[in-house]
């Protein structure tokens, strides 16, 4: 039979372009949420993470934004490059010790 | 700085056999995470440790899978038997726990292809 996987949510964007990639996160007692970006046949590796008492923190051309009123995560990438391409993992943690749950992921292609 | 380190990076095994998979976390971090990435589930959380005591292994598939830590800087997963649908690309990942420091480090991964 035919094999399902999961289908990952593409973004393609111009290079030079501002991405947004967002994520709907599950529990409203989540208190930490984290960026992964995972390049082909490697891990996932640290983007960037908020505490649920802010709204937004910015890292170098990335900046998260996070709404708990409709549990809105956001991930935007300024001037994105093809070095950018990759999949994204939003992650929340989930409550006890660091254990997060993570997104399906979204898959970002940068045109050149 | 060496990152998390997992070994083998690839292993090719047939079905019935025993798979150990191994991980040396970052030096200082005392939390340590198994997880298995497949395209049908994604990433999923198998276990994970606290100062080398296993906290949750409620992502264990079944008993076929056992993980130790027997010190702070090393872990093994293991499989016994192996079945074709425990292929699949497993990470281990470290963390120092603490305010602030909760991000974790993610290894290279194991292939592991189960024939």
């Known amino acids: 039979g035919e094999s399902v996987g999961l289908h990952l949510p593409t973004l393609s964007v111009q290079e030079g372009d501002n991405s947004i990639i967002n994520c709907a996160y599950s529990?409203?007692?989540?208190?930490?949420f984290i960026w992964y970006k995972q390049e082909s046949g490697k891990g996932p590796q640290f983007i960037i993470d908020i505490r649920s008492n802010m709204d937004k923190r910015q890292g170098q051309r990335v900046t998260v934004l996070l709404n708990k009123t409709v549990k809105h995560l956001s991930l935007q990438i300024a001037a994105t490059q093809p070095g950018d391409s990759a999949v994204y993992f939003c992650a929340e943690r989930t409550g006890g010790y660091q254990k997060v749950t993570f997104g399906i992921g979204t898959k970002l292609q940068v045109i050149p | 700085d060496a990152g998390v380190i997992q070994s083998p990076r690839h292993e090719v095994t047939e079905m019935g056999q025993e798979v150990t998979l191994r991980c040396k976390p970052i030096s200082g971090h005392n939390s340590l995470f198994w997880y298995r990435q497949t395209m049908m589930r994604g990433l999923e959380l198998l276990i994970y440790?606290?100062?080398?005591?296993?906290?949750?292994d409620s992502g264990m598939p079944e008993d076929r899978f056992s993980a130790k830590m027997p010190n702070a800087s090393f872990s093994t997963l293991k499989i016994q038997p192996s079945e074709p649908r425990d292929s699949a690309v497993y990470f281990c990942?470290?963390?120092?726990?603490?305010?602030?420091?909760?991000?974790?480090?993610f290894g290279p991964g194991t292939r592991l292809t189960v024939l």
């Open positions: 440790f606290n100062n080398n005591v296993p906290i949750d």
């Open positions: 990942a470290s963390s120092r726990s603490g305010e602030g420091s909760d991000t974790q480090y």
């Open positions: 529990n409203s007692a989540s208190d930490y």
